[in-house]
């Protein structure tokens, strides 16, 4: 099957940029972190104002290839929803998400890349662990809802067997 337009949804951890980093360079198609388009500097959590976000989100959209990763379910991701060719979602174990998580933040800790996009702190890593705790009961729900309103095409991959055979289908 061909997709130009991909969206990759999942709770934190799961994978998401990971995976459409590997569709990009396989399918050559750009990728897009949401939380890049939200966010102006993710170390202080401050945001672009909604007018600016969805400008951007519009921008991306128009392209007639695009792929979009992250977190969000919200109202302003419905068009995204509506236009993606196939909406992934990974729906990964917490104790999985956990692991990452922990991994990621013990190596920004301990890069020497001063990078104001990124989180360093451990305070939101707690408050992110719990995020991922709760995902299973209320996020993916939210995703799945979203996803199956807006996209006929929802594929719900539930761990790295079902990744690794999503992507060998693009093949």
């Known amino acids: 099957m061909k997709y130009n337009k991909i969206l990759i949804v999942g709770g934190i951890g799961s994978g998401k940029t990971t995976l459409?980093?590997?569709?990009s360079?396989?399918?050559?198609?750009?990728?897009?972190?949401?939380?890049n388009i939200v966010y102006k500097r993710r170390d202080i959590y401050e945001?672009?104002?909604?007018?600016?976000?969805?400008r951007k989100i519009k921008s991306i959209l128009k392209r007639k290839k695009w792929i979009l990763e992250g977190f969000y379910s919200r109202?302003?991701?419905?068009?995204?929803y509506r236009k993606a060719d196939i909406v992934l979602i990974l729906n990964i174990k917490p104790s999985i998400s956990k692991k990452r998580l922990i991994k990621r933040f013990l190596k920004?800790?301990?890069?020497?890349?001063?990078?104001?996009?990124?989180?360093?702190?451990?305070?939101?890593t707690i408050s992110l662990l719990k995020y991922i705790e709760e995902y299973p009961k209320k996020y993916f729900k939210m995703q799945k809802e979203t996803a199956t309103d807006f996209n006929k095409n929802v594929l719900i991959l539930n761990n790295k067997k079902q990744v690794n055979k999503f992507i060998k289908s693009l093949k």
Not at 75 to 80: R, V
Not at 108 to 124: A, E, T
């Open 75 to 80: 109202s302003w991701t419905n068009p995204i």
């Open 25 to 35: 360079k396989m399918l050559k198609i750009k990728n897009y972190e949401l939380d």
């Open 47 to 54: 945001k672009y104002k909604p007018k600016i976000r969805d």
């Open 108 to 124: 920004r800790r301990l890069s020497f890349k001063d990078n104001k996009n990124i989180n360093k702190k451990f305070k939101r």
């Open 20 to 23: 459409a980093n590997k569709i």
